[in-house]
């Protein structure tokens, strides 16, 4: 199956600072990416669908200022906390598209801790 | 609004039993559905998928049953092994849009 990897696998960062967090697709090009966050013993929140070459669709509820997406190429989307809290500590995991327009792959995830 | 629900947050099966997730949701406009097997701190990990024109779709040790007019599906896993304890998820989309509307996840663990 397609591997997407994340970088990095967990982070810990004091509180106001911002983190970026890489996304990639490794053994093809996906034009769309996902971004997920999942809280302990919760299901995963879709946050925001990556577009290549184009802005992000945020889901409802998700401040696009303080969630930095950046979909520069067809392998590659990062996803920025900005002046980061620690109620933005949680578990982000991003997903790609593959060869079938129904499934797709995930990240390992990373692991924020903001302190 | 939790379209996508997993009812069981937990189930515990012994090995070589079957073990049986249940997920039911409430938009009639899923068409597509897979389950997802996931571990601490990993992403998660395609299992299995079945199209709102099927009924059943088999893999292996993994059955998916599909009820559309109960808006129910189903995942057995038989023979279970240890190696099935994890965190199973359901997730379903609409042909129309890529998101994954995801379950809340039933906690399986296999005994020996």
């Known amino acids: 199956g397609a591997v997407v990897s994340q970088h990095p696998s967990w982070v810990i960062c004091k509180s106001g600072t911002s983190v970026k967090i890489e996304c990639r697709s490794l053994d093809f090009q996906a034009t769309t990416m996902f971004w997920y966050r999942q809280f302990p013993k919760q299901s995963l929140m879709l946050m925001a669908t990556?577009?290549?070459?184009?802005?992000?669709?945020?889901e409802q509820g998700v401040e696009k200022d303080k969630f930095l997406i950046n979909h520069a190429s067809l392998t590659l989307s990062t996803l920025t906390v900005t002046s980061a809290h620690p109620e933005d500590s949680s578990f982000y995991i991003c997903?790609?598209?593959?060869?079938?327009?129904?499934?797709?792959?995930f990240g390992p995830g990373t692991r924020l801790t903001v302190t | 609004d939790q379209q996508v629900k997993q009812n069981s947050p937990s189930l515990s099966v012994q090995e070589g039993r079957i073990s049986i997730l249940n997920c039911d949701y409430t938009n009639s406009m899923f068409d597509y559905f897979l389950w997802y097997k996931k571990y601490p701190a990993e992403g998660p990990t395609f299992l299995i998928s079945?199209?709102?024109?099927?009924d059943k779709n088999e893999d292996g040790r993994f059955t998916v049953f599909l009820n559309k007019s109960a808006k129910h599906l189903s995942l057995h896993i038989v023979p279970s092994q240890p190696g099935d304890s994890a965190v199973y998820f359901c997730a379903a989309l609409t042909g129309t849009a890529s998101k994954l509307t995801f379950g809340t996840g039933t906690r399986l663990q296999v005994t020996l």
């Open positions: 079945i199209s709102s024109i099927k």
């Open positions: 997903s790609a598209f593959g060869d079938s327009s129904y499934e797709q792959y």
């Open positions: 990556s577009n290549e070459g184009s802005k992000a669709t945020y």
